[in-house]
């Protein structure tokens, strides 16, 4: 155990899960230096965040001249440039319509202030969630969150008037045969459809929150169909619909957003992650009429859009558009799933998946997942999993990462699995 791990072990409670104990010293592009000076190849981009790798210079320049300028004066006090300038690009790329953008620190920030605007504008409380999706660890968020039920463990009752439904993942479908995406996705509107005559009267429901590609539940993409029924019934029953794009965000999919990419504008948006480029930043993000309707003063923070995360993320927005990062996204994903191709007759692999560069390989337990993703880190590859039971392993490699690096990062992946030596399911 190194020095470092040793000190983190003694000073931090147990709450905080881990992937792994690795220890950095830096980054640079896609790859990590340990603390004893290995090279770890980063196929997680810190959980989706650094679109452009690690240290990218003009990022770097971006952050350490603003830095010198302005740290902090908080977005309620004072306007300043990196503020009103990442709003204004931010609103050129999001769908025609959203054009206003509220800024706060994090994806379970950014998902608070969409619970709250979206209830104040409509004057409804009812929201309506889908099994399986992930959208944060505050109360609130954590109330919408069903990617697994260990995050309410423990915490009492949370938001009332919260209703699950749900989300069309073939492979989980309750419906028995039904592994074809469509007849899943039609299962689940009737299933929604149930649930508002018989749970929850549909003149009640403020807003739709969904993943339209579920993250932290296993890299499922929704149907563009089922975004396609959503978007109808949400203006049918005067409901908002809120896609949570805090993973999918930011050209990981291959557009700007999964919206776009799925052909289906919602009417709110939430994003993080990749925002900030590295620095703690998220948004809400609504057309200008819906957000004049949330009042003044009910709701704000000190740190929203602060100097530097702002100057990170234009940074990290104009290297996404100036190398044609997004576009790339379509490519690296092709490359990833081809890399993939000798698991495919591997007995415990499930399913390959992918939208973009988000790719997923599932496999029918965790115990291949998680020994195979340990040992392709022994051999310098960092991936990380999800899925309900961390059965899925997901590949999110920087947008600018070499393609040779990437093919020789998901060979070393394919050996780890075939490799693994993993007790039979049960
Ligand atoms: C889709 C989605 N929403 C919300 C969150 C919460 O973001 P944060 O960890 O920044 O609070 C996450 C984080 O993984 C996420 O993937």
Not at 165 to 174: I, K, M, N, R, S
Not at 260 to 280: E, I, S
Request: proline share 5%; glycine share 10%.
């Amino acid at each position: 155990m190194s020095d470092l791990e040793a000190r983190a072990r003694k000073i931090f409670p147990n709450v905080l899960g881990h992937y792994t104990w690795l220890t950095i010293d830096r980054g640079e592009g896609s790859w990590l230096i340990t603390t004893d000076g290995k090279r770890v190849l980063d196929l997680t981009c810190g959980i989706a965040v650094t679109v452009v790798g690690h240290a990218h210079p003009r990022v770097v320049k971006a952050v350490t001249d603003q830095a010198s300028r302005l740290m902090h004066i908080s977005a309620g006090v004072a306007k300043y440039e990196a503020n009103v300038a990442l709003a204004e690009t931010l609103a050129t790329l999001t769908p025609t319509g959203l054009d206003a953008i509220v800024f706060g620190n994090s994806g379970a920030e950014a998902v608070e202030a969409a619970i709250k605007l979206t209830r104040q504008a409509t004057g409804r409380e009812a929201i309506i969630v889908f099994r399986g999706g992930f959208h944060g660890r505050t109360t609130g968020a954590a109330t919408l969150t069903t990617s697994k039920s260990a995050y309410r463990r423990g915490y009492g009752a949370l938001l009332p008037e919260v209703y699950v439904a749900p989300f069309p993942y073939p492979l989980a479908c309750a419906v028995p045969g039904a592994h074809d995406a469509e007849a899943c996705a039609a299962h689940c509107l009737a299933e929604l459809d149930a649930m508002l005559e018989h749970e929850v009267p549909p003149e009640h429901v403020a807003a739709i929150f969904i993943e339209p590609v579920l993250g932290e539940g296993g890299y499922v993409a929704a149907p563009a169909s089922f975004l396609r029924a959503l978007r109808v019934l949400a203006t049918r029953i005067g409901a908002l619909l809120v896609f949570d794009e805090i993973q999918t965000g930011l050209g990981r999919t291959g557009a700007w957003f999964a919206g776009q990419k799925l052909g289906v504008t919602p009417d709110v948006m939430t994003l993080a992650k990749a925002l900030g480029g590295g620095l703690p930043l998220g948004a809400v993000v609504a057309p200008r009429e819906l957000m004049a309707k949330w009042r003044t003063g009910t709701h704000g923070s000190t740190f929203g859009g602060n100097p530097v995360s702002c100057a990170c993320g234009l940074a990290t927005i104009q290297v996404l558009r100036d190398e044609g990062l997004v576009a790339r996204a379509e490519m690296l994903g092709q490359l990833m799933v081809e890399e993939l191709t000798p698991l495919r007759s591997h007995p415990r692999l499930r399913e390959v998946r992918r939208i973009g560069a988000m790719v997923a390989a599932e496999f029918d337990d965790k115990a291949v997942s998680k020994t195979a993703t340990a040992a392709a880190l022994e051999r310098g590859v960092l991936v990380i999993t999800c899925g309900f039971h961390d059965q899925v392993v997901r590949f999110i490699p920087a947008l600018n990462i070499g393609e040779e690096d990437l093919r020789k990062g998901m060979r070393v992946f394919v050996e780890a699995v075939k490799t693994a030596q993993v007790p039979a399911p049960a």
